[in-house]
């Protein structure tokens, strides 16, 4: 295998866990991979599915990468539709009795990453990631940020696009600054920012 510069995107479902503790598991057998296929339909800019890992899709991109404007783009679209899909689910789900917690309870973050130790292999039907990057990436999925719908950009992401595009500000909200300390990897720089006013929008 050999590592290759690789994008790294991972919209993971806030409040699963509560969810599917909490709710009917009919109706949370129907509701979660709706999302997660609505998740990967909503995709647009080529990135390709490495793994579906029961609430979250792991999305990879090698080669030129996007526009920051259009990365970020296909966030909000990942996030809007996502939205949209709560309330038609609560909508089509009404009779049931935990229907009305499903946009309440459930939410999106997205993980970017970019790193230069990603490599592939193809597993069965699907392609595999192997890496540090990769590890980095799952890792950012556990932080300090203290709000539950945002995108997080890794300091790789970044770098990569200091050279070429970086902009701070959107039209909804301001890219803010963290890190986190991990086991084995160390300390993690990262922007991130709230994708709540979108739907306030």
Same mark, same amino acid.
């Given at each position: 295998?050999?590592?290759? &510069?690789?994008? $790294?995107?991972?919209?993971? @479902?806030?409040? !699963?866990? *509560?969810?599917?503790?909490? /709710?009917d598991f009919d109706l949370s057998s129907k509701v979660i991979p709706t999302l997660l296929n609505k998740i990967?339909?909503?995709?647009?800019?080529?990135?390709?599915?490495?793994?579906?890992?029961?609430?979250?899709?792991?999305?990879?991109?090698?080669?030129?990468?996007?526009?920051?404007?259009?990365?970020?783009?296909?966030?909000?679209?990942?996030?809007?539709?996502?939205?949209?899909?709560?309330?038609?689910?609560?909508?089509?789900?009404?009779?049931?009795?935990?229907?009305?917690?499903? &946009?309440?309870? $459930?939410?999106?973050?997205? @993980?970017?990453? !970019?790193? *230069?130790?990603?490599?592939? /292999?193809?597993?069965?039907?699907?392609?595999?990631?192997?890496?540090?990057?990769?590890?980095?990436?799952?890792?950012?999925?556990?932080?300090?940020?203290?709000?539950?719908?945002?995108?997080?950009?890794?300091?790789?992401?970044?770098?990569?696009?200091?050279?070429?595009?970086?902009?701070?500000?959107?039209?909804?909200?301001?890219?803010?600054?963290?890190?986190?300390?991990?086991?084995?990897?160390?300390?993690?720089?990262?922007?991130?920012?709230?994708?709540?006013?979108?739907?306030?929008?």
């Amino acid at each position: 295998m050999k590592a290759t &510069p690789t994008l $790294l995107c991972i919209p993971d @479902i806030s409040g !699963f866990t *509560e969810f599917m503790s909490g /709710t009917d598991f009919d109706l949370s057998s129907k509701v979660i991979p709706t999302l997660l296929n609505k998740i990967i339909y909503s995709n647009k800019i080529g990135l390709k599915v490495s793994e579906i890992e029961g609430d979250a899709v792991l999305f990879f991109k090698t080669g030129k990468m996007p526009p920051l404007k259009k990365l970020i783009e296909q966030c909000e679209s990942f996030y809007l539709e996502f939205y949209e899909q709560l309330v038609v689910l609560r909508e089509q789900f009404k009779e049931d009795k935990d229907a009305p917690v499903i &946009p309440e309870v $459930l939410g999106l973050k997205i @993980i970017l990453h !970019f790193g *230069e130790e990603v490599a592939a /292999t193809k597993v069965g039907n699907r392609i595999k990631l192997f890496g540090e990057d990769l590890i980095i990436a799952h890792r950012l999925l556990k932080n300090k940020i203290r709000m539950d719908e945002y995108i997080l950009l890794s300091e790789g992401l970044t770098k990569y696009y200091e050279e070429h595009d970086l902009d701070t500000e959107f039209d909804w909200g301001v890219l803010k600054k963290n890190h986190n300390e991990y086991d084995h990897v160390g300390k993690i720089h990262y922007h991130y920012i709230n994708l709540k006013p979108l739907v306030k929008k």
